[in-house]
C-alpha cells in the first residue's frame, strides 16, 4: 500500500528543525583543534575528569540496574493508589532541575542532616567523595530505566508468566528465563539511557558532590571549568562527549531493532 | 482413585463446580460459552483461588479454606489456543524448560525434551524458533513442552480452536496418541475431539457440571439439549407411553425403538433421539405406513451447503430438520409455515432418563 503523501509544506519546517539541531553540533565539531586534540585530552585534568565519569557512569548504571529493575517489576504488577503514587515518585527526578535535585540530596544527606549524621557516625561520609557522585548520578539516571522497564514490563502479556508457572518453574526461575530475557531490549535501552543521563549530569553534581579535580570533578564540571580559561581543551573534551553520546544512540538504535522479539 | 478432586466455588464468576477425574482419563468438558469451562482449569491448575471448597490432586489438597499452592507446585501443565512458546528460546530449549526448571541437568533435560519432540513428529524443529513454526507445529511442540513436565493432569483449554481443518486433524492425532493413558481434562466445542481423544464427557451448563459419563452412552443417550446438539441428534422429551414410544404433550405420540441399555419406563419421563438428517418435511401428512408424523412451525432456516438445516418448534420444543435446498423451494419453505415433519420409527431412538 502507498501511503497518501504528505503536503510539500511541511518539508520547510522540517528542514529548518533538522538545521536547527545540526547547526550547534557541527559548529562545535568545525572549531575542534583536531590536530592539538590529542595533547589537549592528555592533561592531568582532563584525564581525571575522563576517568572520573566514565567510572562513576559505569557504577550509576550498575546500581540503577540492581535497585532499579525491582523497583520497576513491583510498580508493573502494581494497581491503585499506591502504584500510582510510586509510578510518580519514580518520575519526578527525570523532570526535576539538576540542581534542584542536588539540593534536595544535600538536605537529605548532608553532613548535618540527621541521616547524614547517622551515616557519617557509622563511618561513611558522602561528602566531596566519589561517592556522592554516584549517588547525585543516580538519583537522577535511575529512573530513565525504570520507566523505560515498567513500560515494556506492562505492556508485555503475562501469558508466558503464567505458562512457565504451570510447568513448574518457581517464581525466581520464572523472572530469570522468561520475564526479564522477553524486555531484554528494554533493559538495554534504559540502562543506555541512564548512562548517558549520568554522563552529562551536571547541576546535582555540583550542587551535592562538589568539584574536586580526581574526586568529584566530572567530564562536564571540568568543561564548565575550563571553557573561559582554555576555550579549546573545553572543546576538545565536549567532543569526546558528544562522540559517547552518538554511540549510546547507536547501540540503543540496535537494540531496539534486532531486539524486538515477535509475538 | 481420582487424580482430580474439584469441590469449589469461586463466587464472582457464578461457579460451583463439583468434579471427578479418574486417574489415567481424559475428561472432556463441554458447555455453552460462560458456563465455567475454562474457570474450572483455572482452579486446578493454580490460576484461580476457590471462594469456597477445596481442590485436590492425586489425593493432595492443592486448594481450600487454609491452603492455596501456587501452580509451580501442582504439576498441573496447562496448554492453551495460543501455544504460548517462549519466543526468546528455540524448540529444544522450549520443550527442556519444564525439565530445567524441575532441576533436571541441562544435558538430561535436552535429550528428555529431544524424546518428547520425537513422540509428537517435531525432532527436526529442535533448532527453530517459535515464530518460524505453523500454527499446527506450534501446537505439538507446546504438546511436547507440557508432557517433558510429567505431569500429574495435563488441562487444553480448546487447543485445536484457531487451527485449519487439515493441521487440527494432525494435532487432534497427536493428541489422542499421547494423552491416552494420562490424566487430562480438555475443554473443547468439538465432538470429534470428544471420539478421538476423551474416554469421559463433562458438561458444564451456568458454573454448574450438569452431566457426567463416559463418552459414548452419554452422547449414544444424550440427556440435556446441549449433549444433543454436540453429537448431532435432536432431543425430544416427554412422558414413556409404551416400551418403545413417548408422548411429547397429550396427543402427541412418537414411536421409535427402546434402547436395550436403557429402556424406557411407561409412565416415567423418557428421551427420543432423531438425527436432523433422518427428518423429512412435507406440507400434507403422507398416509399409511409407521411413521411419526409432527405438526411443526418452521422458525428458521439456516443454509449448509447443499443442505439446508430448518429449525422448527413442536409441541413446545425445538426440531432441526436437514433437507436439500430444492425441497426448500419446492416446499416454499419460510419462517411461520406449518409443516409435517416424519421420521420412520426405525430413526428414533427411545430411552429413559
Known amino acids: ?263 | 482413585m481420582s487424580a482430580v478432586t474439584v469441590r469449589a466455588c469461586v463466587a464472582e464468576r457464578g461457579v460451583d463446580l463439583a468434579l471427578d477425574l479418574p486417574e489415567g482419563t481424559v475428561s472432556a468438558i463441554v458447555g455453552p460459552n460462560g458456563a465455567g469451562k475454562t474457570t474450572l482449569l483455572h482452579l486446578i491448575a493454580g490460576l484461580a483461588r476457590p471462594s469456597a471448597g477445596t481442590v485436590a490432586i492425586g489425593g493432595r489438597e492443592v486448594a481450600g479454606p487454609t491452603r492455596f499452592d501456587p501452580p509451580h507446585r501442582r504439576h498441573a501443565v496447562l496448554l492453551t489456543q495460543d501455544t504460548a512458546l517462549f519466543p526468546h528460546l528455540d524448540v529444544l530449549a522450549n520443550v527442556a524448560f519444564g525439565p530445567r526448571a524441575a532441576g533436571v541437568a541441562p544435558a538430561k533435560a535436552r535429550a528428555r525434551a529431544l524424546t518428547e519432540l520425537d513422540a509428537v513428529g517435531c525432532a527436526a524443529l529442535a533448532s527453530r524458533h517459535p515464530h518460524a513454526l505453523s500454527g499446527g507445529q506450534a501446537q505439538r511442540v507446546a504438546l511436547a513442552r507440557a508432557l517433558a513436565t510429567d505431569p500429574a493432569v495435563v488441562l487444553l483449554d480448546e487447543p485445536l480452536a484457531g487451527l485449519d481443518v487439515a493441521v487440527a486433524a494432525e494435532v487432534r492425532h497427536s493428541l489422542g496418541q499421547r494423552l491416552r493413558g494420562r490424566t487430562a481434562v480438555l475443554v473443547t466445542h468439538e465432538v470429534l475431539d470428544i471420539w478421538t481423544i476423551a474416554d469421559r464427557v463433562a458438561v458444564l451448563e451456568a458454573g454448574r457440571v450438569v452431566e457426567t459419563g463416559s463418552t459414548s452412552p452419554l452422547l449414544a443417550r444424550p440427556t440435556t439439549a446441549f449433549l444433543a446438539r454436540l453429537g448431532g441428534t435432536n432431543l425430544l422429551t416427554g412422558t414413556a407411553s409404551g416400551h418403545d414410544s413417548l408422548e411429547l404433550a397429550p396427543g402427541v405420540r412418537l414411536v421409535g425403538l427402546a434402547d436395550p441399555d436403557q429402556p424406557p419406563n411407561p409412565g416415567e419421563p423418557a428421551l427420543a433421539a432423531v438425527a436432523p438428517a433422518a427428518l423429512s418435511l412435507h406440507l400434507a401428512a403422507p398416509g399409511g405406513s409407521p411413521r411419526n408424523v409432527l405438526a411443526a412451525v418452521v422458525t428458521s432456516i439456516e443454509p449448509r451447503g447443499e443442505v439446508a438445516r430448518v429449525h422448527l418448534e413442536t409441541a413446545g420444543q425445538l426440531l432441526a430438520a436437514d433437507v436439500t435446498a430444492q425441497s426448500v423451494a419446492e416446499l416454499d419453505l419460510r419462517p411461520g409455515l406449518t409443516v409435517q415433519a416424519v421420521a420412520k420409527a426405525t430413526q428414533v431412538r427411545v430411552y429413559g432418563r
Open chain 1, 1 to 263: 500500500m502507498i501511503r497518501p503523501a504528505l503536503p510539500r509544506w511541511v518539508a520547510v519546517p522540517a528542514a529548518a528543525a533538522a538545521v536547527f539541531l545540526a547547526v550547534p553540533l557541527l559548529a562545535m565539531l568545525v572549531r575542534v583543534p583536531w590536530v592539538r586534540l590529542p595533547a589537549l585530552l592528555a592533561t592531568p585534568a582532563a584525564l581525571d575528569a575522563l576517568g572520573l565519569s566514565l567510572r562513576t557512569c559505569v557504577l550509576t548504571t550498575a546500581v540503577s540496574l540492581v535497585l532499579g529493575l525491582p523497583l520497576a517489576l513491583v510498580l508493573s504488577r502494581g494497581r491503585g493508589r499506591w502504584a500510582s503514587f510510586g509510578r510518580i515518585l519514580a518520575t519526578v527526578p527525570m523532570v526535576l532541575p539538576p540542581v534542584v535535585a542536588g539540593l534536595a540530596l544535600l538536605v537529605a544527606l548532608g553532613r548535618r542532616t540527621w541521616l547524614g549524621g547517622t551515616l557519617a557516625s557509622a563511618g561513611i561520609d558522602l561528602a566531596f567523595t566519589t561517592a556522592a557522585v554516584v549517588v547525585a548520578q543516580t538519583f537522577v539516571a535511575m529512573p530513565y530505566l525504570v520507566v523505560s522497564v515498567e513500560g515494556a514490563l506492562r505492556s508485555a502479556r503475562d501469558r508466558y508468566d503464567v505458562v512457565a508457572a504451570t510447568l513448574g518453574a518457581r517464581p525466581t526461575t520464572v523472572l530469570r528465563r522468561v520475564t526479564l530475557p522477553l524486555v531484554a531490549p528494554a533493559i538495554g535501552s534504559g540502562a543506555a539511557l541512564s548512562f548517558a543521563r549520568a554522563l552529562g549530569e551536571f547541576g546535582a553534581t555540583i550542587t551535592f558532590a562538589g568539584s574536586l579535580q580526581g574526586t568529584t570533578r566530572t567530564l562536564p564540571l571540568e568543561i564548565y571549568l575550563q571553557r573561559e580559561v582554555d576555550t579549546d581543551t573545553a572543546i576538545a573534551l565536549s567532543v569526546v562527549l558528544v562522540a559517547i553520546a552518538a554511540l549510546l544512540v547507536a547501540a540503543t538504535a540496535r537494540l531496539g531493532r534486532t531486539g524486538s522479539v515477535p509475538s
